[in-house]
Structures are given as structure tokens and as C-alpha cells.
């Protein structure tokens, strides 16, 4: 009935941003989820941001008290999993921080320098070539191939745009809220290479790997496998706008990979670790991911993925957002 009457209003509003929270549907869904979810007051503000950002991308409501879905098992964890060390793993600095405590230096990313602003960054001492990014935020990194040839004026306006951004916090993404951005220089992984090293992206539950997000020839013609934990190709596709390929060969270290992510997911209920290696062999730790495409994947893809996320819905941990907001 909620679907059916979101959908309805959508298909007629010219402006496709509305405020779920003032429609009474949504009170009487809250009070639904009520009865069989552990709400509180202090959920609620997280609870409507949710909606909003599923109606907007998916024309549906979470299902939170059944869910089966890829999509609607990540909005649950967005509720009912609330953990400090989220914030620090979602920080690409903290991440470093937790991997070194867990796992030791070998598979960090060699840093270059922090700083808090762009024109802190001290150009002189850095190699010819290095990558630019940004700590609380996806997306926001300059390639720089280089160093002679970079434009300061357009990577300045770029990263300075990312810090003064609050990420995250519009789709229910609370842990980017409390990061303090920064900027972060490090070494460029093979920069004479046409393409970034392959992604692994392992989904892990509770300290075991369920299946491989496996992404290759990112800016040339990006193309997507699923693979299991033994690296067999599921050919079921994730991301929509991601063709399926076949060109996956089980690396040599492949065993490895699945050791490191198991090592960094145990404690947690659900997350994603993002492992890449080079064409020698080397293998890096990238990111750890709590809330994948924030939830909102379309397509069936998602749906059979969602099987494997089968971490335990019947225990939770109190509401830690707001405290920190």
C-alpha cells in the first residue's frame, strides 16, 4: 500500500526532491515498524532521510521488518548497527588506522602528506606522479600523471568543493557526517597503465567473505563479474550501468585477498572491503564500505545478491548518531 501510494504522488510532482516525512503514509508506516522493530525517538530523523532517499532513487519504501533485499538489508544496517568504529573505517584516514591495528603497514597505500587545505599541499617534495583525494567522501580524486601538467587552479577547485561538503548525511550515510575532512596525497599504483588496477570489492558477514564485486578496465570500458569466495563466477550483475564480463583469472593471490578481508570485516555484521592489486603482484587495502550505492541498486542483480547478506536481523545496537550530531 505504501509503494502503490508513493508511487502515485511521484509520477505526479514536477520536482523530483520531496519531503517523505510530511506524508502521513509515512507517520502510519513508522508506527507499523514500530510494532515489530526496536524504534526509538532518536531513530526517527534517520528513519524519514532513509525513505526520502529510497523513494527518490527506487519509487518505494524500505522493507524493514522483512527484508530480503540487497537494498533494504543495508538500509536496516543504517538503523540498527550503529558502531563508532564505522566512523573510523569510513574515514580513509582512520581506515589506515584500523588496518595497521589489525593486519600491519605491508597492504597500506604509501602516503605522501595530509593537510587541511589545498594550498598547504607542498608540491616540491612530491614525486612526478601521485593521487589527490579526499578522506570523507567517494569520488572526489585527481589523478595526477604528471606533475608538470597538472592543473592546480581546477584540482584546487575540486578538492576545496569536496571539503566543504557534508557527505553522506543526506542518504542515511550518518559515519561521513563526523569525519573532519582532509586532504590525502599518495602514491599513484601504476600510472603508466591505461586502466586502475582491477577492484576487489569482497562483501563480507561477520568475518566471511560472501561473494567478489570483481570491476576491471575502469576508464577504458569498465565491465563487472560476481564471483564467489572460491572465485567462481556467479554471472549475476550488481551494478546496473556495468556490463558482466568474463575475462577473470583467480590471481596468485587470491587466497590472500580472502584472509586480509576476512581479518578486516571480523566484528562487523556486514561491510565491504576493497582490496586492488598491481600487475606485480603487490596488493593494497582501498576502502571499507558500510553502505554500498547507500542502498538503492536496481535491478534484480540486487535481489539475488541480497541472499548472501544473511547476518543476524534479531540483535542491535542503540541508535549512536544523533549523540555524536
Not at 14 to 33: E, G, M, Q, R
Not at 243 to 271: Q, T, Y
Not at 295 to 304: A, E, P, S, V
Request: glycine share 6%; charged share 30%.
Amino acid at each position: 500500500m505504501f509503494e502503490s501510494i508513493l508511487r502515485f504522488i511521484l509520477n505526479r510532482v514536477a520536482a523530483p526532491i520531496i519531503n517523505v516525512a510530511t506524508y502521513p503514509f509515512v507517520l502510519s508506516k513508522w508506527k507499523a515498524d514500530s510494532k515489530h522493530l526496536p524504534l526509538k525517538q532518536s531513530h526517527k530523523e534517520l528513519y524519514f532521510i532513509i525513505h526520502q532517499h529510497t523513494a527518490r532513487k527506487l519509487f518505494k519504501f524500505p522493507e524493514l521488518v522483512n527484508c530480503k533485499d540487497f537494498n533494504d538489508k543495508i538500509q536496516w544496517l543504517k538503523l540498527f548497527d550503529q558502531d563508532e568504529k564505522k566512523i573510523q573505517c569510513s574515514d580513509k584516514l582512520g581506515v589506515r588506522e584500523y588496518a595497521s591495528e589489525i593486519v600491519g603497514d605491508k597492504y597500506l597505500v604509501p602516503l605522501y602528506q595530509i593537510v587541511e587545505e589545498f594550498d598547504d599541499i607542498d608540491f616540491n617534495s612530491l614525486p612526478e606522479s601521485f593521487v589527490l583525494k579526499t578522506n570523507h567522501d567517494s569520488g572526489t580524486v585527481v589523478l595526477v600523471r604528471d606533475k608538470k601538467k597538472l592543473d592546480k587552479k581546477t584540482a584546487k577547485a575540486k578538492l576545496e568543493s569536496s571539503l566543504a561538503r557534508k557527505y553522506g548525511w543526506e542518504v542515511g550515510e550518518w559515519a561521513y557526517s563526523f569525519i573532519k575532512p582532509k586532504i590525502l596525497i599518495e602514491y599513484f599504483i601504476e600510472p603508466g597503465a591505461d586502466s586502475a588496477p582491477p577492484d576487489y570489492k569482497f562483501y563480507c558477514v561477520n568475518g566471511k567473505v560472501k561473494f567478489c564485486h570483481y570491476i576491471y578496465d575502469r576508464g577504458v570500458n569498465v565491465k563487472e563479474q560476481l564471483l564467489n569466495s572460491a572465485g567462481q563466477d556467479l554471472k549475476v550483475p550488481l551494478h546496473p550501468k556495468f556490463p558482466l564480463g568474463n575475462d577473470f583469472v583467480l590471481p596468485n593471490n587470491w587466497n590472500e585477498m580472502i584472509s586480509l578481508a576476512e581479518k578486516l570485516s571480523k566484528g562487523f555484521k556486514c561491510v565491504r572491503v576493497d582490496l586492488f592489486t598491481t600487475s606485480k603482484g603487490e596488493m593494497f587495502i582501498g576502502e571499507m564500505t558500510f553502505w554500498p550505492m547507500a542502498g538503492t541498486y536496481r535491478g534484480k542483480g540486487q535481489k539475488y545478491h541480497g541472499k548472501a547478506l544473511d547476518f543476524d536481523r534479531k540483535t542491535y545496537s542503540d541508535p549512536i548518531y544523533h549523540l555524536k550530531k
